[in-house]
C-alpha cells in the first residue's frame, strides 16, 4: 500500500514536468464546423469554452504548463487527408493539436479568462499570418538586376534603419506606431509600442520589433504605397501624432492637413469625424533614407 501511494505521488510530481497543448475553437463558426463529427460531444460554444476554461484554470493548479493554440478546422481537415488520418476520432485531433502548437497561432497559459484568451489567440493569429505573408512578398522580388543583391534582404535591413531613425527623431516619450502596407485582399499591419525615458535608450518588444520591419521592408521591396504612422504620449503634454508615406522605398512625411485629414476620416464611409481633444496633428520630420532599388 505504502508503495503504491508513493508511486502514485511520483506520477503527480512528473506530470507537473510534462507540459500540456489545449487546441481551443475560438469562434462559433469554427465550433459549428466540428459538430459534424460524431466524437466531438459538444453542442454549445459557450458551454465548451467554459469547459475549456475549468480545464485551463485545473492544469494550472496542478502546476502543469499548458500551451493554448488555435484550432482550425479546415487546416485538420487538410491534415487528416494528408497524413491518413480518421478525422472523427480524438487521437487524430490531438496529433493536430500538438502539432499546431509547434508552428502554429499560440500562446502560454497564464490564468487569463477565457473571455480575455480568445482575442488574444484570436490577435496572435492574425500577427503570425501577417508576418507569414510579409515574408512571402520579401521573398518575392529575387536578386537586383543591377547589382546581385537580395532585394527583400536589403528592404528589411533598410526598414530597420527606418524604425529606428524615427524613434531617435521622436525623442523622449511613449510611441505608438503602426506600419500599413496594401496588400492582396486588405492590409498588412503592424503596431509596435515603444518607450524612451528622457534621454534613454529606446525600448521595445524584439518580437513586435521585427513584425514591424517585415511589414515596412515588404512595402519597400514591392513597391508598395503604404505608410507610417506615429503617436507619441507624455507627461503634461497633447499626444502629438505624425504620418508618412511609402514611396518608392521612401518614407516621405505628411503635412500637419494630411494627418489631420487621415485621422479624421472615416476608412469605410470616407465621411469627416470629429478630431480627438488633447492631440495635435502634427508634419512628419524628414527622415534621410533613400531607397537603394527600384
Known amino acids: 500500500m505504502a508503495h503504491d501511494k508513493q508511486a502514485t505521488s511520483m506520477r503527480r510530481t512528473l506530470r507537473r514536468e510534462v507540459p500540456s497543448t489545449v487546441g481551443l475553437l475560438a469562434d462559433e463558426q469554427d465550433f459549428a464546423a466540428m459538430t459534424r463529427y460524431h466524437t466531438f460531444t459538444f453542442d454549445d460554444h459557450a458551454a465548451y469554452l467554459d469547459q475549456v476554461d475549468g480545464l485551463l484554470r485545473s492544469l494550472a493548479a496542478q502546476g502543469v504548463h499548458t500551451t493554448v493554440a488555435l484550432f482550425d478546422p479546415e487546416e485538420f481537415e487538410e491534415f487528416c487527408a494528408d497524413s491518413g488520418?480518421?478525422?472523427?476520432?480524438?487521437?487524430?485531433?490531438?496529433?493536430?493539436?500538438?502539432?499546431?502548437?509547434?508552428?502554429?497561432?499560440?500562446?502560454?497559459?497564464?490564468?487569463?479568462?477565457?473571455?480575455?484568451?480568445?482575442?488574444?489567440?484570436?490577435?496572435?493569429?492574425?500577427?503570425?499570418a501577417t508576418w507569414e505573408y510579409a515574408t512571402m512578398l520579401l521573398a518575392r522580388p529575387g536578386n537586383c538586376a543591377d547589382c546581385g543583391e537580395d532585394i527583400g534582404k536589403s528592404a528589411f535591413e533598410q526598414a530597420s534603419r527606418l524604425l529606428m531613425r524615427l524613434l531617435?527623431?521622436?525623442?523622449?516619450?511613449?510611441?505608438?506606431?503602426?506600419?500599413?502596407?496594401?496588400?492582396?485582399?486588405?492590409?498588412?499591419?503592424?503596431?509596435?509600442h515603444a518607450d524612451r525615458p528622457g534621454d534613454g535608450p529606446v525600448r521595445l518588444d524584439e518580437a513586435?520589433?521585427?513584425?514591424?520591419?517585415?511589414?515596412?521592408?515588404?512595402?519597400?521591396?514591392?513597391?508598395?504605397?503604404?505608410?507610417?504612422?506615429?503617436?507619441?504620449?507624455?507627461?503634461?503634454?497633447?499626444?502629438?501624432?505624425?504620418?508618412?508615406?511609402?514611396?518608392?522605398?521612401?518614407?516621405?512625411?505628411?503635412?500637419?492637413?494630411?494627418?489631420?485629414s487621415a485621422y479624421c476620416t472615416d476608412a469605410n464611409t470616407g465621411e469627416p469625424v470629429s478630431p480627438e481633444p488633447g492631440v495635435e496633428y502634427c508634419a512628419g520630420f524628414t527622415i534621410d533614407e533613400p531607397g537603394r532599388h527600384h
Open 168 to 192: 531617435e527623431a521622436a525623442g523622449p516619450g511613449t510611441h505608438h506606431l503602426v506600419c500599413s502596407v496594401p496588400a492582396e485582399g486588405g492590409q498588412l499591419l503592424a503596431v509596435l
Open 85 to 128: 488520418l480518421d478525422p472523427d476520432t480524438a487521437a487524430s485531433r490531438t496529433r493536430f493539436t500538438a502539432e499546431i502548437a509547434a508552428g502554429g497561432a499560440a500562446l502560454p497559459y497564464a490564468g487569463q479568462p477565457i473571455d480575455r484568451l480568445v482575442p488574444l489567440l484570436i490577435k496572435e493569429a492574425v500577427r503570425l
Open 208 to 260: 513586435d520589433g521585427q513584425d514591424f520591419v517585415t511589414v515596412l521592408a515588404a512595402g519597400i521591396a514591392v513597391g508598395s504605397p503604404g505608410g507610417v504612422v506615429l503617436r507619441t504620449s507624455g507627461p503634461d503634454a497633447a499626444d502629438r501624432v505624425r504620418g508618412w508615406k511609402l514611396d518608392r522605398g521612401r518614407l516621405r512625411p505628411l503635412t500637419a492637413g494630411e494627418v489631420f
